[in-house]
T-cell receptor
Framework: DGGITQSPKYLFRKEGQNVTLSCEQN?????MYWYRQDPGQGLRLIYY???????QKGDIAEGYSVSREKKESFPLTVTSAQKNPTAFYLC?????????????????FGPGTRLLVL | EDQVTQSPEALRLQEGESSSLNCSYT??????LFWYRQDPGKGPEFLFT???AGEEKEKERLKATLTKKESFLHITAPKPEDSATYLC????????????FGKGTSLLVTP
């Protein structure tokens, strides 16, 4: 089955610790995204990547880092500089080939990782 | 700045009682409006993409419509399994590849 997987489902972070969230897709999509969801707020974009070895900051990139070494994988690291990391993190992907200047592609989401601070 | 406002925040319906959810938006050149369904503790599930005013999409008991200022998600004869949070997102000329999400409408359908 094609889809997006995220692991782990739950992650606990200690003070001063960096943690990495995994996102893998087998949809052959070029574009991948990371969003953060907080209670009572809309999803907010952290980082996105349109192609391997290239990525751009979203609205709330401070305290986060990413890499895109393979088309299938887009891991997110939550660094100790992120002072309020407790949230639900969502990875998404889109084909990257069907969008145009006038039309954005549909993004498809994974199941999410909930990050909690100890 | 792009803005998305969803109303109501919460809606309780009896099974079979049809209603509509609203998504009002302001965007500098709409490049897409997206509806998702999200169950508690899970990722959003894609429902519809709309690009142009007047466009309509249907899927089972759901129908999405689009005007130049808002979108409606009509739910006809809902069932308890339709209970979820429904998210609306828009993308515009100034937002690059980012989607601007509303806070969602939490729908509860009781038997």
């Amino acid at each position: 089955d094609g889809g997006i997987t995220q692991s782990p489902k739950y992650l606990f972070r200690k003070e001063g610790q960096n943690v990495t969230l995994s996102c893998e897709q087998n949809l052959n999509h070029d574009a991948m995204y990371w969003y953060r969801q907080d209670p009572g707020q809309g999803l907010r974009l952290i980082y996105y990547s349109q192609i391997v070895n290239d990525f751009q900051k979203g609205d709330i990139a401070e305290g986060y880092s990413v890499s895109r070494e393979k088309k299938e994988s887009f891991p997110l690291t939550v660094t100790s500089a992120q002072k309020n990391p407790t949230a639900f993190y969502l990875c998404a992907s889109s084909p990257g080939t069907s969008g145009t200047l006038f039309h954005l592609e549909t993004q498809y989401f994974g199941p999410g990782t909930r990050l909690l601070v100890l | 700045e792009d803005q998305v406002t969803q109303s109501p925040e919460a809606l309780r319906l009896q099974e079979g009682e049809s209603s509509s959810l609203n998504c009002s938006y302001t965007v500098s050149g709409l490049r897409g409006l997206f509806w998702y369904r999200q169950d508690p503790g899970k990722g959003p599930e894609f429902l519809f993409t709309l690009y142009s005013a007047g466009e309509e999409k249907e899927k089972e008991r759901l129908k999405a419509t689009l005007t130049k200022k808002e979108s409606f998600l009509h739910i006809t004869a809902p069932k308890p399994e339709d209970s979820a949070t429904y998210l609306c997102a828009v993308g515009g000329w100034n937002s690059g590849y980012a989607l601007n999400f509303g806070k969602g409408t939490s729908l509860l359908v009781t038997p």
